[in-house]
């Protein structure tokens, strides 16, 4: 496949925002990690979150993804606090209130064990005598800060938030701060799964 643009996954670490231009002085940006010219994320991982942000300068395949009507997986690990039990986790499957809002289904399972991930940094605070556990979500809508406050309407505050993927595109072997370009088969795999997507009734785009 002949295509001049650039398709760039990058692990977001803890901390940065989702752009190149600086509002504070205290926040890093994109532009701390990437020098490349001419692309731009699709969607948003807010500063907290961490995980996969795709870049890119293809604007017509930034514009179906990020379109608001388009619907496609992107999945989450999220640690939580205490551990949820059956009713909260069927609770988040078929979908909670938030504010005005009630969530569509998404695919939810407590995670035998922790991932492996990187350690965070800043690591998360452990409250004394309160566990933990790790949840996997799988969404195909986002409401601003929408896992938050959906594992907070079940009882069960999000402690860290990391994406893992979007659609088939995954982290593999990359730490926090690293990208790469996608490889020529994850492209055409993006091209023919936007493609074959129809708009269909979805509400907003992302997110964490």
């Known amino acids: 496949m002949t295509n001049h643009h650039r398709y760039i ?6 901390g940065v925002l989702s752009q190149f231009t600086k509002e504070t002085p205290t926040h890093s940006t994109l532009k701390d990690y990437i020098d490349v010219p001419d692309v ?3 969607g948003r991982l807010d500063w907290d979150s961490e995980g996969l942000l795709l870049l890119t300068s293809d604007g017509q395949l930034q514009h179906r993804l990020a379109h608001p009507r388009f619907a496609h997986k992107r999945t989450y690990w ?7 039990d ?12 938030i504010q005005d809002y009630r969530t569509q289904p998404a695919e939810v399972r407590l995670l035998p064990a922790e991932p492996q991930l990187p350690e965070r940094n800043p690591p998360i605070r ?6 933990t556990a790790w949840l996997e979500m799988t969404l195909t809508e986002g409401k601003n800060r929408q896992v938050r406050r959906m594992t907070a309407a079940v009882g069960f505050p999000t402690l860290r938030l990391v994406r893992v993927s979007i659609a088939h595109l995954e982290l593999n072997d990359l730490q926090p701060g690293q990208w790469r370009d996608i490889t020529i088969s994850e492209l055409k795999s993006l ?15 992302d997110v964490s």
């Open 78 to 84: 999220v640690q939580v606090e205490r551990i949820p």
């Open 126 to 131: 452990f409250r004394k005598n309160v566990p």
């Open 86 to 97: 059956a009713e909260a986790i069927k609770r988040l499957q078929t979908g909670v209130e």
């Open 9 to 14: 996954i990058f692990y977001k670490p803890y």
């Open 191 to 205: 091209h023919n799964f936007s493609k074959s997507k129809s708009f269909s009734r979805i509400p907003d785009f």
């Open 40 to 42: 731009y994320p699709v």
